[in-house]
């Protein structure tokens, strides 16, 4: 499976952004997808899932009530629309797919990952 992120870029604290991940060559909707980043100098960290159906979520306590993951499997593609950014939320976004039945968030448990897409939120 191949992942493409894109939507990232430079906004100002407050402001919203929508991320995408378009996937390519495998059964999308057999798939756990999520998002995940990672800020300057600091280790990669979960952000968001979302199972096969779209039926559940899972969110990070720091971004919970502010972003929104979704999927469109006629799409092959998985969404996170962040609202009411912080400086906190600058990093590399990624998006990572996951064979595994469940949400995850760990990051040996994703088996594709996408180059990443870079949001930064000024003050």
């Known amino acids: 499976v191949q992942l493409q992120a894109s939507g990232g870029g430079l906004v100002q604290a407050g402001g919203y952004l929508r991320l995408s991940c378009a996937a390519s060559?495998?059964?999308?909707?057999?798939?756990?997808m999520a998002w995940f980043r990672q800020a300057p100098g600091k280790e990669r960290e979960f952000v968001a899932a979302?199972?096969?159906?779209?039926?559940?979520?899972l969110y990070a306590v720091s971004v919970k009530g502010r972003f929104t993951i979704s999927r469109d499997n006629t799409k092959n593609t998985v969404y996170l629309q962040m609202n009411s950014l912080k400086p906190d939320d600058t990093a590399a976004y990624y998006c990572?797919?996951?064979?595994?039945?469940?949400?995850?968030?760990?990051?040996?448990?994703?088996?594709?990952w996408g180059q990443g897409t870079l949001v930064t939120v000024s003050s």
């Open positions: 990572a797919a996951s064979g595994l039945p469940s949400l995850r968030r760990t990051i040996k448990d994703y088996d594709y």
């Open positions: 060559g495998g059964t999308f909707s057999r798939y756990v």
């Open positions: 979302i199972t096969w159906t779209g039926g559940t979520t």
